[in-house]
Nanobody, 120 residues
Framework: VQLQASGGGLVQAGDSLRLSCAASGRTFSGYDMGWFRQAPGKEREFVAAITWSGGNRNYANSVKGRFTISRDNAKNTVYLRMNSLKPEDTAVYFC??????????????WGQGTLVTVSS
């Protein structure tokens, strides 16, 4: 499956942004999906995940209550709605498809990343 992330940009603290990840290739609905991020000089970290049916979602503590992951299997797209953005949310955001979970090893397919910059 090929993944294309989009929607990143430069925003101010407190603003909202929605990332999208469009999938093509193999059956999208068969995969759990995740969002990860990597800030400059830091390791990639888990942000959010959603099961193939959309029935279960999991979030990192740092984004819980502010970010919402969702998916539309008819459109082969997963979303990450980000509210109340903080400067520490600045990172390149990656979408991933695979078996799921909060570890990158659970995902075999990755998008190219989209940059989110939050100014204070």
């Amino acid at each position: 499956v090929q993944l294309q992330a989009s929607g990143g940009g430069l925003v101010q603290a407190g603003d909202s942004l929605r990332l999208s990840c469009a999938a093509s290739g193999r059956t999208f609905s068969g995969y759990d999906m995740g969002w990860f991020r990597q800030a400059p000089g830091k390791e990639r970290e888990f942000v959010a995940a959603i099961t193939w049916s959309g029935g279960n979602r999991n979030y990192a503590n740092s984004v819980k209550g502010r970010f919402t992951i969702s998916r539309d299997n008819a459109k082969n797209t997963v979303y990450l709605r980000m509210n109340s953005l903080k400067p520490e949310d600045t990172a390149v955001y990656f979408c991933a498809a695979g078996l799921g979970g909060s570890y990158s090893e659970g995902y075999g397919y990755w998008g190219q990343g989209t940059l989110v910059t939050v100014s204070s």
